[in-house]
Structure formats: structure tokens, C-alpha cells
């Protein structure tokens, strides 16, 4: 059974909790009302997650939590606090904690959620396993196959969102239009704990005001003129699982209000109704604008933006990874070759010199289109010029052919290939490896852990003294 270590210092609570937990027969509990105890009970190793008041007296909540996250990594984290704490609560996010609950806590809610924290921490504990192995992947790969980059800082974020899709945190999303959010978006679902529950995606800049709660609460038959039969929310469909509210930067003022009372309490009504409804949800918001700047001009409330953006995922716009538009391109042209049944086998040179010149200012999505339009022009087996729209190629200044393929790739992409060929000669003996590249077999260790190459030591390697 999963291990609970209880920490408040209202002994009321903690009895509470504790008869609550022990009724499920599914945890063992431990209960703490004494903060300043809390490393040395942490110290014995024995718990998986923490139930934390933050509000406590001599050692305070933020202090165990910092703690908790330097010392006992692998130890989830859900936070108790109180109604008026929730800037406390995001902040305690921040730090670490998987989730938090205002009180008085609904019983329901704090199981889902021990349950979620709990196997948020198994999938982690399971990654950690992986990658150590060395055989980290297969998973996630399926998840990002829509992801086509070569861009070593666009991996670095795949990573993050690898990483926080782990959490329950709320998630802001912020890049251009047409650099894939949703895409983001969605692999954050994909890899989380609520995997299995629905993904509702939403344009937020539909929520017109007077319209707002039948469509984001949902409403009962004849609340308003043509209610003919009630209906749900986009919260309460989403419950259980994930809300994606695509460019929240454009939510109107008074809207904003409203949204966040529900995604802070979790509670709402239905319109025409007076039975308080309640939805888990987790959110990820997407935004193009500049949020801090929206709020210094008054157009977007600050305690909203501290609450959609605990997370906060940066997607780079297709000019700052000009390395992957000949990979995009020839992506899209296997794509819509296909739904067109053409045979273009390539893209010639010029076309391919004016797209890596071009800026994208609609991201991926205008290079799609590009192509996509370009290969029902083509009448030939190489996508030319002619094909592209005007306004692409008179964008372009034209400053000399573009350098060979093999000029253009990079002393990284060299020194990978040239180590993948060392270790095949060697059959992936890597002290035999190491002396042909001339480098310590220390060193060729952590460049083969980046390159996630395996390679089982030999006879020789295994035996005494090797």
C-alpha cells in the first residue's frame, strides 16, 4: 500500500485525514503535528507522499516542501490551505507540489487527487528507471512523432514538456501562431496521469460575455429563451481530464473573473440551476500575446496569469530553427503527396534556398500551406520555383546558391556519425572505441548516454583489470 505521512499542526485534522485514508484500505498513514519533526520522520525513507498544511507555526509548509524537494525528490507532494492562500498555493506549486486543496477539503476530491500525485510519482520513478537504463524513448516517441526537428533547444523543451506533463501543474503554452502549441498542448495530456480522460480543446476568444456560462458551465432546460434540453459544459466534459483554452490572452475582461473562481474552487453551477457541480480539470492555456504587458495595460488580471501559468512552456517561432525547414518541408511534401497522389520525388535547390530565407511569420502552419499548395501546382518530379506563391519568393533576396548538403551539416552531426561508425568497426567494444578516437572511455561513455547508443562491454572490458 501507498505511504502517507500527514502533516498539520491542528490535531483535528489530522484525525480527520486520518480516519478518512485509513477507510479507503488503501494507504498506510502517518500523522505529524509538529513541523519541526518533519526531516527526521522524512529521513526514514518509508513515505511516497506528503499531505502538507502549509500554514504551520515555527517551520512553515514552504520550508518542509523546499526540503522535501532537495532531500526526497521522489516523494509527491499535495498541499493543504486555506481559502484566502491561493497565491501561496501557486507559489508552493512552483516548488514542487503535485497539486494543492483549499479547506475544508472535500473528501472525494482529496482521494482523486492523493491517487493522481501518487501515480504521477510512479511514472516519474518508471523514467528515471528508463533513462538510467539507457533505453528511455519508445513511449515518448510516440507522443512526439509529429514533432520534426533536428533543433537541439527544441529538444531541450520536448524534455521540459516531458518532465511537467509528470506534474499536475497548470500549463501556459506561449509562442506565435502556427508553432504548435495544441501539438504541445496535447503531448503534456499524453504523458500525464489523466492520459486516459478526455482532452477538450477550446478557442478561449469565443467566450463571449453573455455567453460565457451556458457554454463554459453548461445549462438546464429552459434557462434561457431555446434551452430546450440541458446541457453540459466544456468544464464538466472536461472532468477528469485536461482543458486546453487556446489564446487565453484573448478572454475578455469580465470573463476572466468568473474563469478563474472556477478553476481555483473547482465548483460551479450549471445556468438555471442551484446544485453546486464540481469538475477536476486540469488546464493548459496557449497564448500569442504578452501576457505581462497585457496586464500593465489593464487588460488581463494578474491573479489569473499566476494561476494559468505555474508551468510555463516556450515554443520557439520556425525562423529561430532554420535547420528544420528542409525537414518540415520534405515532411509535408511525403504528406500531401500522398493525399494528392503525386509522385514529386524532391525539391529542388532554388525552392529550398528561398524557403530557408524565408521568415515564416505563419510558422509551421504557413509552411504546410506553402507546400501543400506547391505540390498541387507541381506538374514535374521536383517541386520547383513556379510552384511556390509569389509572395514567398519576391520575400526572398537571393544572395548566391545555397552551400552542398554536405557543407551545410555541422561539426555535431559529424562527430555522431563518426562515433556510430567507431562503434560498429569495434562490434560496440568501447574501450577498443575510446583509443581509436583518442579520448578517455569516461568520456565516450557520456557521449554515447547522449546519443543513446547501447553497447554491451566486452570479454575483455568485463574481465578483472579491463
Do not use: W
Not at 504551520?56 to 522535501?68: A, F, K, Q, W
Amino acid at each position: 500500500m501507498n505511504r502517507i505521512l500527514i502533516l498539520d499542526d491542528d490535531r483535528a485534522i489530522l484525525n480527520c485525514f486520518e480516519t478518512l485514508l485509513a477507510q479507503t484500505g488503501r494507504y498506510e498513514t502517518q500523522v505529524l503535528a509538529d513541523s519541526t519533526l518533519a526531516a527526521d520522520r522524512l529521513a526514514t525513507g518509508q513515505f511516497d507522499l506528503v499531505l502538507l498544511d502549509m500554514d504551520m507555526p515555527v517551520v512553515h509548509g514552504r520550508e518542509v516542501l523546499s526540503h522535501i524537494r532537495r532531500h526526497h525528490p521522489d516523494v509527491a507532494v499535495v498541499v493543504i490551505t486555506g481559502v484566502g492562500d491561493v497565491e501561496l498555493a501557486v507559489e508552493s506549486m512552483k516548488l514542487g507540489a503535485f497539486d494543492y486543496l483549499c479547506k475544508p477539503v472535500n473528501n472525494e476530491r482529496l482521494v482523486t487527487c492523493l491517487d493522481r500525485a501518487l501515480e504521477g510519482s510512479r511514472r516519474r520513478g518508471e523514467l528515471h528507471q528508463l533513462q538510467a537504463s539507457g533505453t528511455a524513448g519508445p513511449r515518448f516517441r510516440e507522443v512526439f512523432k509529429d514533432f520534426v526537428t533536428q533543433d537541439k533547444a527544441l529538444m531541450r523543451t520536448l524534455g521540459d514538456v516531458e518532465r511537467i506533463a509528470l506534474s499536475n501543474n497548470s500549463v501556459l503554452i506561449r509562442g506565435e501562431s502556427g508553432t504548435g502549441k495544441e501539438l504541445v498542448a496535447r503531448a503534456v495530456h499524453q504523458l500525464g496521469t489523466r492520459a486516459g480522460k478526455p482532452f477538450i480543446p477550446v478557442n478561449a476568444a469565443a467566450f463571449a460575455s453573455s455567453l460565457f456560462e451556458a457554454q463554459f458551465f453548461g445549462h438546464e432546460r429552459g434557462a434561457f429563451t431555446g434551452a430546450d434540453a440541458a446541457r453540459p459544459g466544456i468544464f464538466e466534459e472536461a472532468d477528469g481530464g485536461t482543458l486546453f483554452l487556446d489564446e487565453i490572452g484573448d478572454v475578455e475582461l469580465s470573463v476572466q473573473g468568473k474563469l478563474l473562481r472556477a478553476l481555483q474552487s473547482g465548483e460551479y453551477y450549471r445556468l438555471g440551476s442551484t446544485r453546486k457541480r464540481e469538475a477536476d480539470v486540469r488546464l493548459i492555456s496557449a497564448t500569442n500575446k504578452d501576457l505581462e504587458r497585457e496586464i500593465e495595460a489593464g487588460r488581463f488580471r494578474s491573479d489569473l496569469y499566476y494561476r494559468v501559468s505555474i508551468s510555463t512552456i516556450v515554443v520557439p517561432p520556425l525562423r529561430e530553427r532554420r535547420g528544420d525547414v528542409e525537414l518540415l518541408a520534405y515532411f509535408f511534401l511525403d504528406r500531401y503527396c500522398r493525399q494528392n497522389d503525386k509522385a514529386i520525388q524532391s525539391i529542388s535547390e532554388p525552392v529550398m534556398e528561398v524557403l530557408e530565407a524565408y521568415d515564416f511569420p505563419g510558422n509551421l502552419r504557413e509552411l504546410e500551406n506553402v507546400i501543400a499548395g506547391a505540390v498541387v501546382l507541381e506538374t514535374g518530379p521536383v517541386l520547383g520555383l513556379s510552384s511556390l506563391p509569389a509572395h514567398v519568393r519576391a520575400a526572398v533576396t537571393h544572395t548566391g546558391p545555397r552551400a552542398p548538403r554536405d557543407v551545410r551539416r555541422t561539426l555535431a552531426d559529424l562527430e555522431d556519425e563518426h562515433i556510430r561508425a567507431v562503434m560498429s568497426y569495434t562490434s560496440g567494444n568501447r574501450s577498443a572505441a575510446a583509443r581509436i578516437l583518442g579520448i578517455s572511455r569516461v568520456g565516450l561513455l557520456a557521449k554515447l548516454k547522449r546519443l543513446r547508443i547501447e553497447a554491451e562491454p566486452s570479454a575483455a572490458e568485463r574481465a578483472p583489470g579491463a
